[in-house]
């Protein structure tokens, strides 16, 4: 059964930094596409940030290009967002999200909720002005 396990939120001010992590376990498959996504109260949950593992392809949400990096560690299964100048409005909980392909996703499935069967519980991500 594939679980996510994410790590790494808390509470900056803004224009600090923070990681996030998560670790997948449970599958087999050698190329999957993982994604970052938020949902602040009252707001619909949205992709931010996704990587297809096969190839490093990746895709940013306009909202966070020039400021927050996913990458990923393949020898442990865990994917990063690096989240820095941090603003306030990207207060929300942020969500890992896993599926699996055999070639790179479109850019709307990469980042779009319906693209993933799998997802982790959440970390939250406060960023006070």
């Known amino acids: 059964q594939v679980q996510l396990v994410e790590s790494g939120g808390g509470s900056v001010q803004a224009g600090g930094s923070l990681r996030l992590s998560c670790a997948a376990y449970?599958?087999?498959?050698?190329?999957?596409?993982m994604g970052w996504f938020r949902q602040a109260p009252g707001k619909e949950r949205e992709g931010v940030a996704a990587?297809?593992?096969?190839?490093?392809?990746?895709y940013y949400a306009d909202s966070v290009k020039g400021r927050f990096t996913i990458s990923q560690d393949n020898a442990k299964n865990t994917v990063y967002l690096q989240m820095n100048s941090l603003k306030p409005e990207d207060t929300a909980m942020y969500y890992c999200?896993?599926?699996?392909?055999?070639?790179?996703?479109?850019?709307?499935?990469?980042?779009?909720?319906?693209?993933?069967?799998?997802w982790g519980q959440g970390t939250q991500v406060t960023v006070s002005s």
């Open positions: 990587i297809y593992t096969g190839s490093g392809t990746l």
């Open positions: 449970g599958y087999t498959y050698s190329t999957t596409y």
């Open positions: 999200a896993a599926d699996f392909r055999s070639s790179p996703p479109s850019a709307i499935r990469a980042l779009g909720v319906l693209g993933y069967d799998y």
